[in-house]
């Protein structure tokens, strides 16, 4: 069983900074990809990066290009975000899951969201002045 734990959300300003952490542990072969995932009050929940833990590579929603950044620390089984230069409309609860990869054109993602079926607590990010 997949139990994935976010961590490293808060209150930070427009064009602030923060890291979130997305400790994994257990494994399973119905999984290819880890995922952040983001929901907003009133939206629907949204695809922001992932990682294939195979692989390696990354992909990204267009609104955080340039700005977000997935990685990987296969020894402490930690996917982070590194957010840069945050805006008010990536205020929002950010889940880290555990999918398959869904569809890419170039290096932008489209996850199917309803194929992961395993997801961490959650972890608010607040940007507001």
């Known amino acids: 069983q997949v139990q994935l734990v976010e961590s490293g959300g808060g209150l930070v300003q427009p064009g602030g900074s923060l890291r979130l952490a997305c400790v994994v542990s257990?494994?399973?072969?119905?999984?290819?990809?880890i995922g952040w995932f983001r929901q907003a009050p009133g939206k629907e929940r949204e695809g922001v990066a992932c990682?294939?833990?195979?692989?390696?590579?990354?992909f990204y929603a267009e609104s955080v290009k340039g700005r977000f950044t997935i990685s990987r620390d296969s020894a402490k089984n930690t996917v982070y975000l590194q957010m840069h230069n945050l805006k008010p409309e990536d205020t929002g609860v950010y889940y880290c899951a555990a999918g398959p990869l869904g569809t890419v054109y170039g290096s932008t993602w489209f996850p199917v969201i309803t194929q992961y079926k395993h997801w961490g607590q959650g972890t608010q990010v607040t940007v507001s002045s």
């Open positions: 257990g494994f399973t072969s119905d999984y290819s990809t």
């Open positions: 990682i294939r833990h195979r692989e390696g590579d990354t």
